[in-house]
């Protein structure tokens, strides 16, 4: 452990130092969390990094490193008693569910916490800091390929900030919360918020298009399964398979669908063979 901008800091990349940390920390309560990963071309997420503050102490875990089980932390994290802290939570939750199954802890979003505090359009945590801290942060790296090593300083810097600044920002839409007594009214859009990661929530962009009663058409159920199921088993991006834009068509159009074929085992087996096939040429044509 070793200072760096005024932060006690480690990086973390063996069972080891996960140990030491977890150990710094487990008397703790409330936890600043965010990840890093990659999915731009798979289905499943890729896990990078993992950041945890806990209010003095921040650790940066190396997913990527041989020579740790990161999911260690994700184990200590998941308990009654504990508060994760999180900015645009969605898909960090969605992450959490793939190793823990279901979420036990207490979810603080920050960005819906500022909706229930006077903002019309949800804010970046960029605009938070600013609001709150008065500080203006380079998030330049937003977009950076996080499977890249080796982490150089100029990333270490911009993962500590992107933990270490939501502390003050809790504390204040906490507070404002808690004063306009909208706390349990929060706390029960993000427990629905929760349920929907856990349950496969849909695009919002089908009941824009389609209308809130899209879930309810069978056709639709039927599409989407069948792109999840694809997707999941060559790990390949949803809307790859098939893409939103298609779908909506498909349904809006009555025109002849990949489902309406009654694709059987078989069908799909071939049909995930040729888009692997597809994925391949892709790759030579690169």
């Known amino acids: 452990m070793f200072k760096k901008n005024n932060h006690n800091f480690l ?49 940066i875990i190396d997913c990527l490193e041989k020579k740790i089980n990161f999911k260690k932390i994700f184990k200590f994290l998941n308990k009654k008693k504990n508060t994760l802290i999180i900015h645009s939570s969605r898909q960090d939750l969605e992450i959490f569910l793939t190793i823990a199954k279901k979420i036990l802890f207490t979810v603080f979003d920050t960005q819906i916490a500022a909706l229930f505090n006077g903002y019309n359009e949800t804010p970046s945590y960029k605009k938070l800091v600013q609001d709150f801290c008065k500080i203006s942060i380079d998030k330049s790296l937003q977009k950076e390929n996080w499977l890249k090593r080796p982490i150089s300083e100029e990333k270490i810097n911009y993962l500590i900030n992107d933990v270490y600044y939501l502390k003050i920002i809790f504390n204040k839409l906490n507070n404002n919360l808690i004063k306009n007594n909208k706390l349990k009214l929060f706390n029960k859009l993000i427990k ?5 990661i856990s349950y496969e929530d849909y695009s919002i962009i089908f009941k824009k298009k389609l209308g809130n009663n899209i879930l309810n058409n069978k056709k639709f159920i039927k599409i989407i399964s069948l792109r999840n199921k694809i997707a999941k088993k060559i790990n390949l991006p949803k809307n790859w398979v098939f893409s939103d834009k298609e779908i909506i068509r498909n349904i809006k159009n009555e025109k002849i669908s990949i489902i309406s074929k009654n694709l059987n085992k078989n069908d799909i087996k071939i049909l995930t063979k040729l888009i692997l096939n597809f994925k391949k040429n892709l790759k030579k044509i690169k």
């Open 11 to 59: 990086f973390i990349r063996n069972n080891k130092e996960l140990d030491q940390f977890i150990t710094k920390i487990k008397n703790k309560k409330k936890f600043y969390f965010d990840t890093e990963f990659e999915r731009r071309s798979t289905y499943k997420s890729v896990l990078s990094i993992v950041v945890i503050f806990d209010g003095k102490n921040v650790g």
């Open 192 to 196: 629905r918020e929760i349920y929907k």
